[in-house]
């Protein structure tokens, strides 16, 4: 398979985690060979770092089917600028028919700091596919650190494809 940079240009922003850090190439390479090509309407990436090494997630989805990849790497701070030393990363995807979709769930609420008459609040939301899977978004479940405006499109996004 191959990606050139046109394609890079149109799915890159798909890979930008809430923090503006750019997901490793190997990212996008697992997602391009799970959607084959399609066109991405709506997706999250994110990651999470420690000592021990860096875990990426994302979830795409094309007008037929839901994307998810994890990809983790031994090194602290792992992303598309970095340059991949060490053990090789660990990748797991998988992509289902978004009709697979049965429902929307939640694990948490977070209230927001609000002003006069409104009042602001932040959740978790859980989505859930026949099969029993059910990935959180945002997608680490990190309700302080995620940008809520993202996660309420890509929530909204697939609500309208599934009404």
Do not use: C
Request: net charge negative.
């Amino acid at each position: 398979m191959k990606l050139d940079s046109a394609r890079l240009e149109a799915i890159r922003h798909f890979g930008d985690s809430p923090q503006k850090r750019r997901a490793p190439f190997v990212v996008y390479q697992a997602m391009e060979t799970l959607i084959d090509g399609a066109d991405v309407s709506a997706g999250l990436a994110d990651f999470h770092s420690s000592e021990g090494g860096t875990e990426w997630r994302a979830v795409w989805v094309t007008a037929n089917s839901v994307a998810y990849v994890t990809a983790n790497s031994n090194l602290q701070d792992w992303d598309r600028e970095s340059s991949p030393t060490g053990s090789a990363p660990s990748i797991q995807g998988w992509v289902r028919p978004i009709s697979s979709i049965e429902g929307f769930g939640l694990s948490a609420i977070e209230d927001r700091p609000s002003a006069g008459a409104v009042h602001e609040w932040a959740a978790v939301h859980q989505i859930k596919f026949t099969s029993g899977v059910r990935i959180d978004v945002p997608l680490f479940g990190d309700v302080a650190s995620y940008s809520w405006k993202d996660v309420d499109q890509f929530v909204s996004y697939l609500r309208g494809v599934l009404n």
